[in-house]
């Protein structure tokens, strides 16, 4: 029986291509785009992570018991007091670093370093491809690191690597699936106790195993207990407790909420062309109606008709599935281009058969949803009248039309919500780009570069490392000026803590003390980079480090700690390298640091030479007349000419902006072309049902003109039909949309989710849409003959 249904179905879909490729190709971009969005979903949200006993992986974090907030880190004390204490860990190791110069076969390079304890590798439990778990002092390195470097991966052992001016051996390579910390590729084993064991410095992550018998609740009372008797112990442990979570929550949290809203919009997508086939099918339906009595004569029950609809059904599923397939393919390649770098876990990403199930599963619910109204218009239909009538128009009743209307403003409603959110995301993406950064990006190009550098000594003299650097790189062709920073806006390796006023504050356990950003700057780094100088000086050659210590605040420093008063010559200390009062010079412009999305918080700029342990590892603002990048080879050749162990690499500063809000342009652009979609898919539903309506309704409409009826009138009633269904859908839009605000809202920067511009604009959009799609039904029936219309009746 089923195969019968199965052939006839297949019959049916042939005998009309043109309704089948439409239905095909409109559920096959919804199936596809829903299984491109999943795949990126379930490789970075829903799989496990790639290490044995991932479930048991968390990490330890610290809680404000003020705010509530939580800090991924711990300070040297408070881990090694959780060490001691906690009972509810198998293993527990600190890891910090990032992308740092390295030397290996005599050149340098920037890569991905972590500085980690043996402990690290019994908490991840990955065995290396060659060699052994690293002892204090050895390395590990990625097996990518071990082939780049040595063409395979058993010719790395033995092999050194240097980090820091000190030559490390190579105990192992890690295999590709090895990722931690992301983009990681050499892991440097150091001992045990931490070097700072202070309670206000937030230096380490810590990443944890539980024992087999313990679980996240247990160990989150274990670390509250640990927590409450510190408090007890230590001032500065008043204010704060631990906790703990998922390795898997922790690494992927701040992106859940902007996957699951773009799983959202495209399950919308689905949901549109769902009732865009519905409204195909029951078109197709009444033009069917006759054949359907027919069969019922010879035979055929109700539900043997309704099963053959369900059946025709599946099938136009399945071939949409297969469509949505293959271009689920280049979706998620296309998606993968596009992601932002920072987004977690994209090696993971593929369609893989979890993917396909989806497709699979998909495809058939679809089939399911836009079934319904076929088979419940063909459970309502009288077949003995169907037979008694005839005619090129088919059968229709008024439950078929209002069910059609309904389903067309429930596309447009659907269409309302995404067209809205992509409006709320454009908005916000508009104000980042235009946003008052408080410095120029154009025309800059950035050279990270790291001397390597491990005793006092050598730190100091990085600094005339630099210097030279700096002199030597100002008088290539095309260059206008050029400076050094630890902090580069929108950049890495900035630094921030607690600072102190002389006849203020007072640096004492438990004190509550400002914070503000802390940056190193060289002499004219404020006027490369376009950072107005308010008051005072720029750093000079002279505040070397014997020189009395100096620094610049920023203008909400000033305001924040000065607000009366003038803050050139007051005195400062800051929890930096060195505890000596700092004298104010001046006092500069304030910036977005981190990217336009950051707000304007106080900074204090100390001068380089200064501060040398942080000093070997800068970026090189290089201001130019030319074409940025442009310059790159020059610089690099002038750099590494006299300094060849320095690891660089090359940016420009307007790439840096652009990259730090990539998340919000990824976004942005995805569900702007969803509801661009939905807005097309909507557009057609509506359509159809107003073309429908005119063919059904021509009769009645010739007669209208017949008796002297304007044009105007009569496309005044195929216009109201229109822009009724259009209200009906936007009212169930608006609805919608201001019940998900609080979910956009972690979206958007600078607008409310309730903004009444994008409201309207999403309105009338919406509306203009409908009016479009209704311009062909509206000219024909203005063009209907009447004398033709009621011959052909």
């Given at each position: 029986?089923?195969?019968?249904?199965?052939?006839?179905?297949?019959?049916?879909?042939?005998?009309?291509?043109?309704?089948?490729?439409?239905?095909?190709?409109?559920?096959?971009?919804?199936?596809?785009?829903?299984?491109?969005?999943?795949?990126?979903?379930?490789?970075?949200?829903?799989?496990?992570?790639?290490?044995?006993?991932?479930?048991?992986?968390?990490?330890?974090?610290?809680?404000?018991?003020?705010?509530?907030?939580?800090?991924?880190?711990?300070?040297?004390?408070?881990?090694?007091?959780?060490?001691?204490?906690?009972?509810?860990?198998?293993?527990?190791?600190?890891?910090?670093?990032?992308?740092?110069?390295?030397?290996?076969?005599?050149?340098?390079?920037?890569?991905?370093?972590?500085?980690?304890?043996?402990?690290?590798?019994?908490?991840?439990?990955?065995?290396?491809?060659?060699?052994?778990?690293?002892?204090?002092?050895?390395?590990?390195?990625?097996?990518?690191?071990?082939?780049?470097?040595?063409?395979?991966?058993?010719?790395?052992?033995?092999?050194?690597?240097s980090?820091?001016?000190?030559?490390?051996?190579?105990?192992?390579?890690?295999?590709?699936?090895?990722?931690?910390?992301?983009?990681?590729?050499?892991?440097?084993?150091?001992?045990?106790?931490?070097?700072?064991?202070?309670?206000?410095?937030?230096?380490?992550?810590?990443?944890?195993?539980?024992?087999?018998?313990?679980?996240?609740?247990?160990?989150?009372?274990?670390?509250?207990?640990?927590?409450?008797?510190?408090?007890?112990?230590?001032?500065?442990?008043?204010?704060?407790?631990?906790?703990?979570?998922?390795?898997?929550?922790?690494?992927?949290?701040?992106?859940?909420?902007?996957?699951?809203?773009l799983?959202?919009?495209?399950?919308?997508?689905?949901?549109?062309?769902?009732?865009?086939?519905?409204?195909?099918?029951?078109?197709?339906?009444?033009?069917?109606?006759?054949?359907?009595?027919v069969?019922?004569?010879?035979?055929?029950?109700?539900?043997?008709?309704?099963?053959?609809?369900?059946?025709?059904?599946?099938?136009?599923?399945?071939?949409?599935g297969?469509?949505?397939?293959?271009?689920?393919?280049?979706?998620?390649?296309?998606?993968?281009?596009?992601a932002?770098?920072?987004?977690?876990?994209?090696?993971?990403?593929?369609?893989?058969?979890?993917?396909?199930?989806?497709?699979?599963?998909?495809?058939?619910?679809?089939?399911?949803?836009?079934?319904?109204?076929?088979?419940?218009?063909?459970?309502?239909?009288?077949?003995?009248?169907?037979?008694?009538?005839?005619?090129?128009?088919?059968?229709?009743?008024?439950?078929?039309?209002r069910?059609?209307?309904?389903?067309?403003?429930?596309?447009?409603?659907?269409?309302?919500?995404?067209?809205?959110?992509?409006?709320?995301l454009?908005?916000?993406?508009?104000?980042?780009?235009?946003?008052?950064?408080?410095?120029?990006?154009?025309?800059?190009?950035?050279?990270?570069?790291?001397?390597?550098?491990?005793?006092?000594?050598?730190?100091?003299?990085?600094?005339?490392?630099?210097?030279?650097?700096?002199?030597?790189?100002?008088?290539?062709?095309?260059?206008?000026?050029?400076?050094?920073?630890?902090?580069?806006?929108?950049?890495?390796?900035?630094?921030?803590?607690?600072?102190?006023v002389?006849?203020?504050?007072?640096?004492?356990?438990?004190?509550?003390?400002?914070?503000?950003?802390?940056?190193?700057?060289?002499?004219?780094?404020?006027?490369?980079?376009?950072?107005?100088?308010?008051?005072?000086?720029?750093?000079s050659?002279?505040?070397?480090?014997?020189?009395?210590?100096?620094?610049?605040?920023?203008?909400?420093?000033?305001?924040?700690?000065?607000?009366?008063?003038?803050?050139?010559?007051?005195?400062?200390?800051?929890?930096?390298?060195?505890?000596?009062?700092?004298?104010?010079?001046?006092?500069?412009?304030?910036?977005?640091?981190?990217?336009?999305?950051?707000?304007?918080?106080?900074?204090?700029?100390?001068?380089?030479?200064?501060?040398?342990?942080?000093?070997?590892?800068?970026?090189?603002?290089?201001?130019?007349?030319?074409?940025?990048?442009?310059?790159?080879?020059?610089?690099?050749?002038?750099?590494?000419?006299?300094?060849?162990?320095?690891?660089?690499?090359?940016?420009t500063?307007?790439?840096?902006?652009?990259?730090?809000?990539?998340?919000?342009r990824?976004?942005?652009?995805?569900?702007?072309?969803?509801?661009?979609?939905?807005?097309?898919?909507?557009?057609?539903?509506?359509?159809?049902?107003?073309?429908?309506?005119?063919?059904q309704?021509?009769?009645e409409?010739?007669?209208?003109?017949?008796?002297?009826?304007?044009?105007?009138?009569?496309?005044?009633l195929?216009?109201?039909?229109?822009?009724?269904?259009?209200?009906?859908?936007?009212?169930?839009?608006?609805?919608?949309?201001?019940?998900?605000?609080?979910?956009?809202?972690?979206?958007?920067v600078?607008?409310?989710?309730?903004?009444?511009?994008?409201?309207?604009?999403a309105?009338?959009?919406?509306?203009?849409?409908?009016?479009?799609?209704?311009a062909?039904?509206?000219?024909?029936?203005?063009?209907?003959?009447?004398?033709?219309?009621?011959?052909?009746?």
């Amino acid at each position: 029986m089923l195969s019968t249904d199965l052939k006839q179905a297949i019959r049916w879909l042939r005998k009309s291509p043109g309704f089948t490729l439409v239905a095909v190709a409109t559920l096959g971009a919804g199936i596809g785009l829903n299984t491109a969005i999943f795949s990126v979903v379930h490789g970075v949200l829903l799989a496990p992570l790639s290490f044995p006993d991932e479930q048991r992986i968390v990490s330890i974090s610290t809680r404000s018991l003020e705010t509530g907030r939580e800090t991924p880190r711990m300070t040297g004390g408070d881990l090694e007091d959780v060490r001691k204490q906690a009972g509810s860990f198998e293993a527990l190791s600190r890891y910090y670093g990032g992308e740092m110069g390295v030397q290996v076969n005599g050149r340098a390079e920037f890569t991905g370093v972590s500085f980690v304890e043996d402990g690290f590798y019994r908490v991840f439990g990955t065995a290396p491809v060659a060699g052994h778990a690293p002892a204090e002092g050895q390395v590990a390195v990625s097996e990518s690191f071990a082939l780049r470097n040595f063409g395979r991966a058993g010719d790395a052992l033995g092999r050194t690597v240097s980090v820091e001016g000190k030559s490390y051996e190579i105990a192992a390579v890690m295999p590709f699936t090895y990722q931690f910390p992301r983009k990681s590729n050499l892991w440097l084993t150091m001992p045990s106790r931490p070097e700072n064991l202070n309670r206000t410095a937030y230096n380490y992550r810590v990443a944890a195993k539980l024992k087999p018998d313990v679980s996240v609740d247990q160990a989150r009372a274990d670390l509250s207990a640990i927590g409450a008797r510190l408090a007890a112990s230590y001032p500065e442990n008043r204010k704060k407790t631990f906790t703990t979570a998922p390795m898997r929550d922790q690494l992927v949290g701040p992106v859940r909420t902007m996957l699951l809203v773009l799983m959202g919009a495209v399950a919308l997508v689905l949901l549109i062309a769902c009732a865009n086939v519905a409204n195909l099918l029951l078109a197709r339906a009444t033009t069917r109606v006759r054949e359907m009595a027919v069969r019922a004569a010879l035979g055929a029950g109700r539900g043997r008709i309704i099963r053959q609809l369900l059946t025709e059904s599946l099938v136009l599923g399945l071939l949409g599935g297969l469509a949505g397939c293959a271009l689920a393919y280049l979706g998620t390649d296309t998606m993968l281009r596009l992601a932002p770098e920072n987004l977690p876990r994209l090696n993971e990403v593929r369609v893989d058969t979890t993917t396909l199930v989806f497709a699979t599963l998909i495809s058939m619910v679809s089939a399911v949803l836009f079934s319904l109204a076929p088979a419940w218009q063909a459970s309502r239909v009288d077949l003995n009248e169907a037979l008694k009538r005839s005619g090129g128009r088919g059968v229709g009743n008024r439950g078929s039309h209002r069910l059609r209307g309904a389903l067309a403003s429930a596309e447009i409603a659907l269409a309302f919500v995404l067209a809205l959110g992509a409006g709320l995301l454009m908005k916000s993406f508009l104000g980042l780009t235009s946003a008052d950064l408080g410095f120029r990006p154009d025309g800059v190009l950035v050279m990270y570069a790291h001397v390597p550098a491990n005793e006092e000594a050598e730190y100091k003299r990085a600094t005339g490392t630099f210097e030279k650097i700096l002199r030597d790189v100002s008088v290539l062709p095309g260059v206008k000026s050029a400076s050094a920073a630890m902090g580069m806006p929108a950049g890495q390796y900035g630094s921030n803590g607690s600072y102190a006023v002389e006849g203020k504050h007072v640096f004492a356990p438990g004190a509550k003390l400002p914070e503000a950003g802390f940056r190193l700057a060289s002499p004219g780094y404020f006027s490369t980079l376009g950072i107005p100088l308010l008051r005072g000086r720029d750093f000079s050659e002279r505040d070397q480090y014997s020189a009395p210590l100096v620094a610049i605040i920023s203008q909400a420093l000033a305001r924040e700690t000065f607000p009366n008063e003038d803050p050139l010559g007051k005195r400062m200390k800051c929890g930096l390298d060195r505890d000596e009062w700092m004298t104010v010079v001046g006092v500069v412009g304030d910036i977005r640091s981190d990217s336009p999305a950051a707000k304007l918080a106080p900074e204090i700029y100390m001068a380089f030479q200064q501060h040398p342990y942080f000093a070997n590892e800068l970026q090189v603002a290089i201001r130019t007349s030319i074409a940025p990048a442009s310059l790159t080879e020059a610089v690099r050749s002038t750099v590494a000419r006299t300094n060849p162990g320095i690891a660089m690499k090359f940016t420009t500063l307007s790439d840096m902006v652009s990259e730090s809000i990539s998340a919000p342009r990824f976004r942005t652009f995805l569900v702007g072309i969803f509801a661009a979609l939905a807005l097309l898919l909507a557009m057609a539903g509506i359509h159809g049902v107003m073309s429908y309506a005119v063919a059904q309704r021509t009769p009645e409409l010739g007669l209208r003109m017949a008796l002297g009826a304007p044009v105007s009138s009569v496309a005044g009633l195929v216009l109201g039909k229109a822009l009724m269904l259009a209200g009906a859908g936007i009212a169930v839009g608006l609805a919608l949309s201001l019940a998900s605000g609080k979910v956009m809202q972690s979206l958007l920067v600078g607008v409310k989710p309730a903004d009444a511009f994008t409201y309207a604009a999403a309105v009338v959009g919406v509306i203009l849409a409908v009016l479009t799609a209704t311009a062909v039904p509206v000219w024909r029936a203005t063009r209907i003959d009447p004398v033709v219309a009621l011959r052909d009746e």
